[in-house]
Every structure is written in structure tokens, then in C-alpha cells.
């Protein structure tokens, strides 16, 4: 049985640092994210699927998924697809 994703993370913005608790997405990731003090929008550094990844206290809860599944040597045809999605959960207006 895995155990149940994180959905709390900690997101700290790189230009002002201010820090906002979020909650995570549990199907999707979440690829644009506006700072509530500055105003930036943050996006994924390269090699990250999300904003959480690359700023966040805690991974997306896929990725967490795939670090569980990964520490039990599970074939990775048995790993969630939902890590393979990486879609747009929220654009900025």
C-alpha cells in the first residue's frame, strides 16, 4: 500500500522570497505560478515537471509517487501514469 501523497508544499519565490503554503494539485502539474507579493509568475526549471518541484517545500504529489514507487524497484510499466501527463493545471490571466 503507498502511502498517501503530500499536499501541502511551501512555495518560495526566487526574485522576492516571499513564501506561500499552497496546495498541490493530486492529477495534474502545476506549470505556472504567480507570486502573491512580487508578482512574477515562476515556471519549472529545466529538468522539473512543476513549480513545486523547482520551489517547493515538498515535490508534486506525482513525482512523490514515483519516488515510492522507484524505492520499491517496481517495473517502471507499473508506475503511475499521472507522471507522465505533466499537463497545464493553471495559466495566469
Known amino acids: 500500500m503507498h502511502p498517501l501523497p503530500i499536499l501541502e508544499s511551501v512555495l518560495t519565490c526566487p526574485h522576492c522570497g516571499f513564501a506561500a503554503v499552497e496546495v498541490m494539485p493530486t492529477d495534474a502539474c502545476l506549470y505556472f505560478y504567480e507570486c502573491t507579493s ?20 515538498v515535490k508534486c504529489p ?11 524497484n517496481v517495473k517502471p510499466a507499473d508506475k503511475p501514469d499521472s ?5 497545464l493545471a493553471s495559466v495566469p490571466k
Do not use: A, N, W
Open 62 to 72: 506525482p513525482i512523490q509517487m514515483v519516488i515510492e514507487v522507484q524505492g520499491k
Open 38 to 57: 512580487c508578482r512574477t509568475v515562476l515556471r519549472p526549471k529545466t529538468g522539473d515537471c512543476c513549480v513545486f518541484c523547482s520551489y517547493g517545500s
Open 83 to 87: 507522471v507522465q501527463l505533466h499537463t
